[in-house]
């Protein structure tokens, strides 16, 4: 399979507690984007990579939050001190830099975050 | 205002019927343009690209009106399996933004 890949697919984690989230883009894609969406909601940005660059951060993300590409290809997003309001699917996405579409998005499973 | 907005829906339709949904976009300096597709609990997936001519794809047809920063989105014959919600998507300097979604329930 050369889609985006996630990991884990779903996380139930008590409050308080740090999660990891792994994205694997696909293979030649340079850019990599998180998304967090919750029910009822269209995907709402949280940031995005050029390679290794990460370029920008939404205001969703919290002190709280931190992402890393560190050799341009997997990314991880880490949620410290979760609150229930992390409760969400986090999605990640990739494309390449330029193509005839306009730089198309494709995106991974999801994976779905439950605080309890 | 949102920069993206969708009409919520839900839009319950019986099957074989033409239904559209309209998107608004308020950021004049939005570049590109698509409809993605998202059945419940699963990832959105590319529908179609909408290009400033028009386009369609089978039974779906895509407008874009940059004058009054409208797209559309026409689905000619609905079927059953066209239910799901339909994101309008904005695509702003390297940001990639969604509108909510309209929701599509096709009746049999």
């Known amino acids: 399979d050369t889609g985006v890949s996630q990991d884990p697919r779903h996380k139930i984690t008590k409050r308080g507690q740090n999660v990891t989230f792994r994205c694997d883009p696909i293979?030649?894609?340079?850019?990599l984007y998180w998304y967090r969406q919750t029910l009822g909601q269209g995907p709402e940005f949280l940031t995005y990579?050029?390679?290794?660059?990460?370029?920008?951060k939404s205001r969703l993300l919290s002190d709280r939050f931190s992402a890393e590409r560190p050799k341009g290809s997997f990314s991880t997003l880490e949620i410290q001190r979760t609150e229930q309001g992390d409760s969400a699917m986090y999605l990640c996405?990739?494309?390449?830099?330029?193509?005839?579409?306009?730089?198309?998005?494709?995106f991974g499973e999801g994976s779905w975050l439950t605080v309890v | 205002r949102k920069e993206v907005e969708q009409d919520p829906g839900p839009f319950n339709v019986p099957e074989g019927a033409t239904v559209a949904f309209n998107c608004t976009y308020s950021?004049?300096?939005?570049?590109?343009f698509f409809w993605y597709r998202q059945d419940c609990r699963k990832e959105p997936k590319l529908l179609m690209s909408?290009?400033?001519s028009g386009n369609e794809d089978g039974r779906f047809t895509a407008q874009l009106n940059r004058a009054s920063q409208y797209i559309s989105l026409l689905i000619r014959d609905s079927k059953l399996s066209d239910s799901a919600t339909y994101l309008c998507?904005?695509?702003?300097?390297?940001?990639?933004?969604f509108g909510k979604g309209t929701r599509l329930h096709i009746l049999p």
């Open positions: 990579f050029q390679n290794e660059a990460q370029l920008e």
């Open positions: 293979s030649e894609h340079n850019r």
């Open positions: 950021n004049s300096a939005s570049q590109s």
């Open positions: 996405a990739s494309s390449l830099t330029y193509d005839s579409s306009g730089n198309t998005i494709y």
């Open positions: 909408v290009y400033s």
């Open positions: 998507v904005v695509k702003r300097d390297d940001k990639i933004i």
